[in-house]
């Protein structure tokens, strides 16, 4: 891959990087694979196959067929990413990204869920789901952008570590209710918030539209919300069908970030939509397919291109229109499968795989948080230890994945960015 040796080119590169740390969990995109324990050993397929009281986050008509349930649940997210810049080819004065490859893969995080639903009737529920998507930060030990400070400004001398820390919590509250034996539909309310702090970035600062709100300036916090809504029908006993839609999630800005973000420190949470099927040739074996897709287009500061020339002097950065990281739509398919061995025993396995979320173009824009991960392989079991308990496991693993691509303002330096994922989720369920 081409790395771009301008200073200008090398600001969308930190600005694309910075976002794409905001989740502790296996990925697609910043979007968490599944929800719940069950829904993630089954790759996230599901949303017309209930699991567990976390189902709001997936469809909200789930709910009223879970019954009275609790979930908790940690899961151990191991994320290893990283890029690798090559010896520049031929001379030149412009500034590099150091040479070498760079790694991230000492980090390990644990990220809570819970989940709670009531049956107010045989026909009608209401719920809660707590989930977060928190922990996992980009720190590397070196100042990534150190040759692209100014010599004649002390203000652009780039820090040590260099990275950012970025968590979300999303609390969203369900209403489900029968409407006839065949369909049921759901609501769910959701809260948002976030949390940022981001590091060495200064040599940017001369291409923001506000210069003292681009790094170093602590963790600052940003609240919002949106809504969901789901559709679950049962037209026979070995089919169903689900779908649901997540609006966007309307944010606060980042005031502290604001010179480094687009419309001025505004982060959104791009709306979604999931739709499948379950089969069930058996009481004891089910299958399901999923098809998600995240509009991450619709978020300037996640859409916008950045795969352009830019003339020394730009202001680009915080502006209403500023540099995105040219993030693609994801569609994700999901394929899960559960089988009931025993009364006491539910296996579960599965897998997932989305288009490229990064064009190869822009795919350096993105060094600090490579989230290049498409195909993930999930194995799960359940074991109920009597009728209100049961334990249940699930285990991520999303296979690696390298990008390299060329950009017209990249000409001396080679270079690309990889990233695999491991994690195991543990949680407990109680029906009462």
């Known amino acids: 891959m081409k790395i771009n040796v301008k200073l200008t080119v090398y600001t969308s590169t930190l600005f694309c990087s910075l976002l794409l740390s905001v989740s502790a969990q296996a990925t697609n995109g910043y979007f968490a694979t599944g929800y719940g324990t069950a829904n993630k050993s089954l790759a996230g397929a599901g949303v017309a196959l209930p699991q567990s009281s976390m189902d709001t986050a997936l469809n909200p008509a789930l709910m009223v067929h879970v019954g009275n349930r609790m979930d908790a649940g940690v899961a151990l997210f191991l994320p290893a990413r990283g890029f690798t810049a090559n010896q520049p080819s031929g001379g030149g004065l412009t500034p590099t990204i150091p040479v070498g490859t760079h790694e991230k893969d000492d980090d390990f995080f644990l990220v809570p869920h819970l989940g709670w639903n009531k049956m107010l009737d045989n026909e009608s529920s209401i719920g809660i789901s707590i989930g977060g998507n928190g922990g996992m930060n980009t720190d590397y030990s070196l100042a990534v952008f150190r040759n692209f400070a100014n010599p004649a400004d002390s203000s652009t001398t780039a820090s040590d570590p260099t990275g950012i820390d970025m968590a979300q919590l999303f609390v969203g509250f369900n209403y489900a209710k029968k409407i006839n034996q065949e369909h049921t539909l759901g609501v769910a309310p959701i809260l948002a918030f976030q949390r940022i702090q981001v590091e060495g970035l200064q040599p940017f600062k001369p291409y923001s539209a506000s210069p003292n709100a681009v790094t170093n300036n602590g963790y600052d916090y940003s609240y919002g919300g949106g809504a969901k809504i789901g559709w679950y029908w049962t037209p026979a006993e070995m089919f169903a069908f689900g ?166 303002n990249t000409p001396t330096q080679t270079g690309s960015l990889h990233m695999y994922q491991n994690e195991l989720e543990l949680s407990w369920s109680y029906r009462f």
């Open 243 to 408: 779908a649901s839609y997540q609006s966007r999630l309307y944010m606060t800005p980042f005031d502290k970030y604001k010179g480094l973000f687009a419309e001025s420190g505004h982060f959104d949470i791009p709306p979604l939509y999931q739709v499948g099927i379950a089969i069930k040739p058996t009481t004891d074996l089910s299958f399901a397919f999923d098809v998600q897709r995240i509009l991450f287009s619709e978020i300037k500061a996640v859409g916008n291109n950045n795969g352009v020339a830019m003339a020394p002097g730009s202001i680009i950065l915080g502006t209403d229109n500023g540099l995105g990281f040219g993030w693609n739509d994801m569609t994700i398919y999901k394929l899960g499968v559960q089988w009931r061995a025993t009364p006491e025993w539910t296996m579960r396995a599965g897998y997932s795989k989305s288009n490229e979320v990064i064009p190869g173009q822009q795919a350096l824009f993105n060094i600090l948080a490579p989230a290049t991960v498409t195909d993930h392989v999930t194995f799960g079991f359940s074991w109920t230890m009597d009728e209100k308990n049961s334990l249940n496991l699930s285990a991520t693993h999303a296979i690696e994945k390298r990008i390299n691509g060329t950009n017209p």
